[in-house]
């Protein structure tokens, strides 16, 4: 049976964790801390989706060395957490196990092998490269969420909506190792697709949700309420723009326009984006990895983006005035 544990067992660790187990294809364990660890060992798995309760029991530990070399490690914890996350996983890692970060934003890999971005790892996502140095590129599987769901309280997960899940190699083309992976999701209900281009599906989410996840946070508006002002729809846009200009630069050419992409946003109606939840929850606000990371990007290209920045600039302060950012560095 296939050992898969779940580095963060939050609303999509949790999401995917209890699908996985419930399957009954793979033994699931958990890496987790405080209420969390709690709850799993208390509760075991839990998921509520479509008005039903989806339950497996669960085993969860706060030391890797106690679950032990796995097959697939899935990383699913909030970016600013990941750093000390990337430093406790070592004994989770066997030389054939793949690593599948299931996250938001751009990922700390992701200028690895890509000539003419630079090899030197983004400071935005991995300040001074520990992340890459703790995680072997060879051993990851890149991965795109499309799911929206939550955790009311500690362990358990309540879903919103999607089922998607993309996965594919971080330097292209199919192989049978991602194949696994996704034959596995797919086995547990998610909705699978093993892409060619990983790299481009992710650039592709990050571009819609650039403007949107900051802009929400900093105005407490759902994402109706934004593409109603012009102002900041217009603005929105022109974010957008630069993010697709730098795509065009890095392979991942984006052929929809802004105002395409915002006529798909608005089917979602008066709907809270994670980084409005975060903060509503008091929890850390990942910019750097979904804005910082962009601007990043586009200053090692010489791509201009100053409406990108502005708008970095502007929730960065927001998220330090209330503790839910680092503060500057003097």
């Given at each position: 049976m296939t050992k898969v544990c779940i580095a963060g067992a939050g609303a999509i660790g949790g999401f995917i964790g209890t699908r996985l187990a419930a399957?009954?294809?793979?033994?699931?364990?958990?890496?987790a801390r405080g209420a969390t660890l709690n709850a799993l060992r208390t509760h075991g798995w839990r998921l509520d989706i479509n008005g039903q309760r989806?339950?497996?029991?669960?085993?969860?530990?706060?030391?890797?060395?106690?679950?032990?070399?796995?097959?697939?490690?899935?990383?699913?914890?909030?970016?600013?957490?990941?750093?000390?996350?990337?430093?406790?996983?070592?004994?989770?890692?066997?030389?054939?196990?793949?690593?599948?970060?299931?996250?938001n934003g751009v990922p700390w890999w992701f200028c690895q092998r890509q000539p003419g971005i630079g090899e030197t790892p983004l400071a935005s996502v991995d300040p001074g490269g520990l992340?890459?140095?703790a995680i072997p590129f060879e051993q990851l599987i890149g991965c795109v969420v499309h799911a929206s769901t939550s955790s009311p309280e500690p362990g358990r997960v309540q879903h919103r909506m999607g089922h998607g899940l993309i996965v594919g190699e971080p330097t292209g083309g199919r192989?049978?190792?991602?194949?696994?992976v996704a034959d596995l999701l797919a086995h547990a209900?998610?909705?699978?697709?093993?892409?060619?281009?990983?790299?481009?599906?992710i650039w592709y989410k990050l571009w819609g949700n650039l403007t949107m996840n900051p802009v929400a946070a900093l105005t407490g508006a759902t994402v109706d309420q934004v593409l109603a002002d012009p102002l900041l729809r217009s603005f929105c846009s022109a974010a957008m723009r630069e993010a697709a200009?730098?795509?065009?630069?890095i392979g991942c050419p984006i052929a929809q326009?802004?105002?395409d992409r915002h006529a798909v946003t608005a089917k979602l109606g008066a709907f809270k984006p994670?980084?409005?939840?975060?903060?509503?929850?008091?929890?850390?606000?990942?910019?750097d990895a979904i804005v910082g990371a962009v601007v990043e990007i586009g200053a090692r290209l010489g791509v201009p983006t100053p409406h990108t920045s502005a708008l970095l600039g502007l929730a960065r302060l927001f998220g330090r005035v209330r503790g839910l950012y680092p503060p500057a560095e003097h």
């Open positions: 399957a009954g294809r793979a033994e699931v364990s958990a890496l989806i339950a497996a029991p669960a085993r969860a530990s706060d030391r890797a060395a106690e679950l032990g070399a796995q097959d697939l490690v899935v990383i699913a914890v909030k970016g600013p957490a990941l750093a000390e996350v990337a430093a406790s996983i070592a004994p989770l890692l066997g030389p054939e196990t793949l690593v599948l970060p299931a996250m992340i890459a140095r192989s049978p190792r991602a194949q696994g209900g998610f909705e699978l697709t093993h892409s060619a281009d990983v790299r481009y599906d200009a730098i795509g065009a630069r326009t802004p105002e994670s980084m409005l939840q975060d903060v509503e929850a008091g929890r850390a606000l990942e910019l």
